[in-house]
Nanobody, 115 residues
């Protein structure tokens, strides 16, 4: 059974930084696309960033380009999202995702950016 466990969320002021972690377990993730999504109150879940587990190729949504960095440590089976220069519009529940034909999701971690 695939398990994804997020951590690192919290409350931060505008311009601050947070680093989210996603510990993954349950299988070998070679070939998987791993990513971060977020969902703000009253809005649909949206893509934030992704990384190929094996090759490390990354993609970012336009609103976070230049501010967020996705990475993974294969030895630790952990994915990260470094978030810098945070804005109030980044406030959301952030979800870790693993995809290979099927989507697996973590439970989410709250990020709140105060103005």
């Amino acid at each position: 059974q695939v398990q994804l466990v997020e951590s690192g969320g919290g409350l931060v002021q505008t311009g601050g930084s947070l680093r989210l972690s996603c510990a993954v377990s349950g299988r070998t993730f070679s070939g998987y696309a791993m990513g971060w999504f977020r969902q703000a109150p009253g809005k649909e879940r949206e893509f934030v960033a992704s990384i190929s587990w094996t090759g490390g190729i990354t993609y970012y949504a336009d609103p976070v380009k230049g501010r967020f960095t996705i990475s993974r440590d294969i030895a630790k089976n952990t994915m990260y999202l470094q978030m810098n220069n945070l804005k109030p519009e980044d406030t959301a529940v952030y979800y870790c995702n693993a995809r290979l034909g099927v989507d697996w999701w973590g439970q989410g971690t709250q990020v709140t950016v105060s103005s």
